[in-house]
């Protein structure tokens, strides 16, 4: 995720489909100090567990804390959040839907599937998030989908033979 991202310390990112917070966690560890990373989930009682969880958890290493302290959870729905936003807001957008056809191997989020938004991300959000973006837009999904090429990501990142992979589009000189 962050190669796909080639994310740095100091920069920006909104995770548009938070659920239980963990890329935004890893992503605002790598930003550091000096990024932000602001969390969108559309569910209520998920934006309310998360923004509780980062806020509280007894996490026994620091900079893991820390990073989670820095996350800013918003309940909102990404496409309306994203259409308030200026131009060039963002670093790096990103999103990690629920997968159309998951794999139902991890048991944390089978047990909340059914809080979450199933809605799939549409061209207009991805339209969106381009403007939004400074540098990438990019989506995690399930390797071999038909979402990367449905939605206009040409690049797509990820181990051979990862389960998940990440389509990008790099917007560094496009802008």
């Known amino acids: 995720m962050i190669n796909a991202m080639s994310l740095q310390s100091g920069e920006s990112v909104l995770d548009c489909t938070m659920g239980l917070g963990t890329d935004a966690i890893v992503a605002s560890f790598i930003s550091g100090v000096n990024g ?16 509780y ?10 900079d ?3 990073s989670m302290r820095r996350i800013e959870v918003v309940n909102v729905d990404h496409k309306e959040y994203l259409a308030s936003l200026s131009p060039c807001s963002y670093d790096v957008i990103y999103f990690d839907p629920m ?14 599937r059914f809080l979450a938004n199933p ?7 991805i339209d969106l ?7 990438k837009v990019v ?7 038909t979402e990367f090429k449905r939605l206009g990501f040409r690049t797509v990142l990820g181990g051979k033979y990862a389960p998940v ?11």
């Open 139 to 145: 989506m995690k999904e399930r390797r071999g989908n």
């Open 119 to 125: 809605k799939p991300v549409d061209l207009q959000t």
């Open 53 to 62: 969880g980062v806020s509280t958890y007894p996490e026994t290493e620091e």
């Open 165 to 175: 992979v990440y389509g990008v589009i790099d917007l560094q000189g496009a802008k």
């Open 36 to 51: 932000r990373v602001t969390g969108l989930e559309s569910s209520v009682l998920i934006s309310t567990l998360v923004r």
């Open 129 to 135: 998030a381009l403007r939004v973006a400074a540098k």
């Open 99 to 112: 997968f159309r056809n998951p794999g139902y191997y991890s048991p944390a989020i089978n047990a909340m």
């Open 64 to 66: 893991v804390a820390l």
